[in-house]
C-alpha cells in the first residue's frame, strides 16, 4: 500500500482545510488509518484514528472538537476536516495505516504542510 497525502497549505487562523489519504493498491479497508503531525522542532504527535469501518474514531485531547477524521473506502481515501484552526495546528500532517490498535504503522504518507497564520 502507498499512501499520498494532500490538501495542506496556508491558512488563517480560524479557518478550515480538508486533507486526504490516498491508498493505492488493494486492501485499504483492512487498515486502520491514523493522522499524525509534527510541529517544527517537536517530536510527531498522534492526531485522530479510525476503525476499518469508519464507524469508530480516536482524537488526540487537542483536536477533539476541532477535527473529524473519516473514510471511504470505495476510493480508499482517509479525509481530516480540520475547523477552527489555530497558529499552533502549524505541522506536516501525515497519514499512516496499521492492521490493528498497538501493531505498528505498516505504511506513512510522505506528508502535507498545514501552516496556520495568526
Known amino acids: 500500500v502507498q499512501l499520498q497525502a494532500s490538501g495542506g497549505g496556508l491558512v488563517q487562523a480560524g479557518g478550515s482545510l480538508r486533507l486526504s489519504c490516498a491508498a493505492s493498491?488493494?486492501?485499504?479497508?483492512?487498515?486502520?488509518m491514523n493522522w499524525f503531525r509534527q510541529a517544527p522542532g517537536k517530536e510527531r504527535e498522534f492526531v485522530a484514528a479510525?476503525?476499518?469501518?469508519?464507524?469508530?474514531?480516536y482524537y488526540a485531547d487537542s483536536v477533539k472538537d476541532r477535527l473529524t477524521i473519516s473514510r471511504d473506502n470505495s476510493k480508499n481515501t482517509v479525509y481530516l476536516q480540520m475547523n477552527s484552526l489555530k497558529p499552533e495546528d502549524t505541522a506536516v500532517y501525515y497519514c499512516a495505516a496499521q492492521v490493528a490498535i498497538g501493531k505498528p504503522f505498516d505504511y506513512w504518507g510522505q506528508g502535507t504542510l498545514v501552516t496556520v497564520s495568526s
Open positions: 479510525i476503525n476499518l469501518s469508519g464507524g469508530s474514531t
Open positions: 493498491g488493494r486492501s485499504f479497508s483492512n487498515y486502520i
